[in-house]
């Protein structure tokens, strides 16, 4: 129902920077949380950060004050600029969207949630 399209990952040095976007797409759908995941290889996935229609953030502890997440709501896109990465920031990243899917005015809206097919993130030390 949601087609997610990333793109902005790749290698950096530690205290580098990189920016991720996200596109979501689908036809009768209304996208309200858009957001960031991360899973290192042998980790579960954890949050990164998210972002509602309104602009309401919430972000990891152990992003907070280097990673800034932002969206266009017209577009529903979301992007991610990470500053200052660190080694322990590599995983691979994946995009998240939660919203609702109505395909006919009279239908009952149903939640939908899907997730983008990631993309990897590496810092050297």
């Known amino acids: 129902q949601v087609r997610l399209v990333e793109s902005g990952g790749g290698l950096v040095q530690s205290g580098g920077s990189l920016r991720l976007s996200c596109a979501a797409s689908g036809r009768s759908v209304s996208i309200n949380i858009m957001g960031w995941y991360r899973q290192a290889p042998g980790k579960e996935r954890d949050l990164v950060a998210t972002?509602?229609?309104?602009?309401?953030?919430n972000y990891a502890d152990s992003v907070k004050g280097r990673f800034t997440i932002s969206r266009h709501n017209n577009r529903n896109t979301v992007y991610l600029q990470m500053n200052n990465l660190k080694p322990e920031d590599t995983a691979v990243y994946y995009c998240?969207?939660?919203?609702?899917?109505?395909?006919?005015?009279?239908?009952?809206?149903?939640?939908?949630?899907?997730w983008g097919q990631g993309t990897q993130v590496t810092v050297s030390a």
């Open positions: 998240y969207v939660e919203g609702r899917f109505q395909p006919i005015i009279e239908a009952v809206p149903t939640r939908i949630e899907d």
């Open positions: 972002i509602t229609t309104d602009g309401s953030t």
